[in-house]
């Protein structure tokens, strides 16, 4: 039986696909989880002890670096549309199959656009920190600011 690597001894591979190199690491055996990672993110953001937990419970982690960032070459782009491509792209050239995408922060917004067009590939999505793609109908209430504030949120669950 060959033993996987762990996260932090992962070798990094290459895939040639649309005139760019994509980077990517593969964690463990087993289902696919694609892991679309956050805005300045790179194939290392991801805790080595998260991705490894996710390998001894049965899944294959793939990290990848995103055209441009990191080891893969292209033009660089926060354009979720060209993020969730590189999902896409990478799904396609790999042949997974059965998968779950999983999206962190922008990541997440990008997993939510490669999941309409990997429909025949993945089961589930995974979103962490996100937002749905597009216009904000409502933008986000600070929480946590001055003390004042927190005293005003307090008397109102008084």
């Given amino acids: 039986m060959t033993k996987t690597a762990r996260a932090?001894?992962?070798?990094?591979?290459?895939?040639?696909?649309?005139?760019?190199?994509?980077?990517?690491?593969?964690?463990?055996?087993?289902?696919?989880?694609?892991?679309?990672t956050r805005f300045r993110g790179n194939i290392d953001q991801w805790d080595p002890a998260f991705l490894d937990a996710l390998?001894?419970?049965?899944?294959?982690a793939i990290t990848f670096d995103y055209t441009g960032l990191g080891l893969s070459t292209g033009e660089?782009?926060?354009?979720?549309?060209?993020?969730?491509?590189?999902?896409?792209?990478?799904a396609h050239g790999l042949d997974l199959h059965d998968a779950i995408?999983?999206?962190?922060?922008?990541?997440?917004?990008?997993?939510?656009?490669?999941?309409?067009?990997?429909?025949?590939r993945v089961t589930h999505c995974v979103l962490i920190g996100t937002t749905p793609p597009g216009p904000l109908v409502k933008l986000?209430?600070?929480?946590?600011?001055?003390?004042?504030?927190?005293?005003?949120?307090?008397?109102r669950i008084s």
Avoid at 15 to 31: Q, S
Avoid at 101 to 120: E, K, R, V
Avoid at 145 to 155: A, D, G, V, Y
């Fill in 8 to 36: 932090i001894d992962a070798p990094n591979r290459f895939l040639e696909v649309n005139g760019r190199t994509l980077a990517y690491r593969i964690i463990g055996t087993g289902r696919p989880m694609l892991m679309c």
């Fill in 140 to 155: 986000p209430e600070q929480l946590f600011s001055t003390p004042q504030r927190s005293r005003s949120i307090r008397s």
């Fill in 101 to 120: 995408l999983c999206g962190w922060s922008i990541g997440g917004i990008a997993a939510q656009i490669a999941l309409t067009m990997l429909t025949d």
């Fill in 76 to 90: 660089p782009s926060y354009d979720p549309v060209r993020l969730a491509t590189d999902a896409v792209d990478l």
């Fill in 55 to 60: 390998a001894a419970k049965g899944l294959q």
